[in-house]
Nanobody, 125 residues
Framework: QVQLVESGGGLVQPGGSLRLSCAAS????????MGWFRQAPGKEREFVAS????????YYEDSVKGRFTISRDNAKSTVYLQMNSLKPEDTSVYFC??????????????????WGQGTQVTVSS
């Protein structure tokens, strides 16, 4: 019974930055591994980043390493994705997701139990 709501998407020029937020309902947010995924038109959903329950471990897809940063504020039940040096290839709908069973990180979409509705990110000049 977890609801996830993403926000912060929009249109940005190549090289620009955006920060996505995902707010979760309930009082057990700190027990979830959180992840960000993205899906472009005609493409399958792909992993972007994941963060452990206590925020001590993060894991990124290779193409976003050094550009994106995942973080969480358990007191606010919110996970963030800071996106810098954005490229046109980053254009996608971005989804946040919650994994109720694991502790560190998770790259498999099938392992996540709850999903947000997505927020559009468009990188174009």
């Amino acid at each position: 019974q977890v609801q996830l709501v993403e926000s912060g998407g929009g249109l940005v020029q190549p090289g620009g930055s955006l920060r996505l937020s995902c707010a979760a309902s309930g009082r057990t947010f700190s027990l979830y591994v959180m992840g960000w995924f993205r899906q472009a038109p005609g493409k399958e959903r792909e992993f972007v980043a994941s963060i452990s329950r206590g925020a001590g471990t993060t894991y990124y897809e290779d193409s976003v390493k050094g550009r994106f940063t995942i973080s969480r504020d358990n007191a606010k039940s919110t996970v963030y994705l800071q996106m810098n040096s954005l490229k046109p290839e980053d254009t996608s709908v971005y989804f946040c997701a919650a994994d109720t069973e694991r502790v560190r990180y998770e790259v498999r979409a099938a392992a996540y139990d709850y999903w947000g509705q997505g927020t559009q990110v468009t990188v174009s000049s």
